[in-house]
């Protein structure tokens, strides 16, 4: 079973930046398509950024500008680069990989962002 796992959150103030990462247990990137999702509190979780398998990336309209996604394939790492936070980012942000009905979830990365 892919394990994914992720790092990289914290305490930012508005206006700072975090990069998160997210670690694949094999090479996925191929097979799978990538993302990150948010849930922030009282929020259902939301789709933040995707890398398709070929490497289209997409990045939602509330955070486009802001948020990039990327991937390095040698090192089975995808990552999210956000700067200009503000307070309404704060969630746990998850990485996923789909393919079909084979959905993986990982256990999540605190995002804080405050004054």
Known sequence: QVQLVESGGGLVQPGGSLRLSCVASENIFSIYGMGWYRQGP???????????????????????????????????????????????????????AAKWADIIWGQGTQVNVSS
């Not at 509330?62 to 790492?77: E, H, P």
């Not at 680069?81 to 990485?95: G, I, R, S």
Request: hydrophobic fraction near 30%; glycine fraction near 6%; charged fraction near 30%.
């Open 42 to 96: 009282g929020n259902e979780r939301e789709v933040v950024a995707t890398i398709a398998r070929e490497g289209t990336a997409s990045v939602e309209d509330s955070v486009k500008g802001r948020f990039s996604i990327s991937r390095d394939n040698a090192k089975n790492t995808m990552y999210l680069q956000m700067n200009n936070l503000k307070p309404e980012d704060k969630a746990v942000y998850y990485c996923n």
